[in-house]
């Protein structure tokens, strides 16, 4: 059982800059893939980004491209989501999941493990 833990959001100017972590306990495979998806109210939850825990591999959204980097801790357990140039349209809860796909998947249903979110807005 892999459970997930979410910190680091909170309120930050467009422009400016944030970084989530994501802390997982329980065992973690090798082919594990740790994303991160987004929900901003009235809309579907979205993939943002993601890893494979093995390192190799890594997925954006178009809309976050060369803004957002995921990036990853293995010994301590840490997934990382570096948000760069933020927007007011990143607005959203922001979730950590995993999954033992063995790619960056991006639909929400192919991840079983989710973290509690955790909300990042951004004021224009």
């Known amino acids: 059982q892999v459970t997930l833990q979410e910190s680091g959001g909170g309120l930050v100017q467009a422009g400016g800059s944030l970084r989530l972590s994501c802390a997982a306990s329980?065992?973690?495979?090798?082919?594990?893939?740790m994303s991160w998806f987004r929900q901003a109210p009235g809309k579907e939850r979205e993939f943002v980004a993601g890893?494979?825990?093995?390192?190799?591999?890594?997925s954006y959204a178009e809309s976050v491209k060369g803004r957002f980097t995921v990036s990853k801790e293995n010994a301590k357990n840490l997934v990382y989501l570096q948000m760069d140039n933020l927007k007011p349209e990143d607005t959203a809860v922001y979730y950590c999941?995993?999954?033992?796909?063995?790619?960056?998947?991006?639909?929400?249903?192919?991840?079983?493990?989710w973290g509690q979110g955790i909300q990042v807005t951004v004021s224009s």
């Open positions: 890893c494979l825990w093995r390192g190799g591999s890594t």
């Open positions: 999941a995993a999954t033992a796909l063995g790619w960056v998947g991006e639909k929400k249903y192919e991840y079983p493990y």
């Open positions: 329980g065992f973690l495979f090798s082919t594990y893939v």
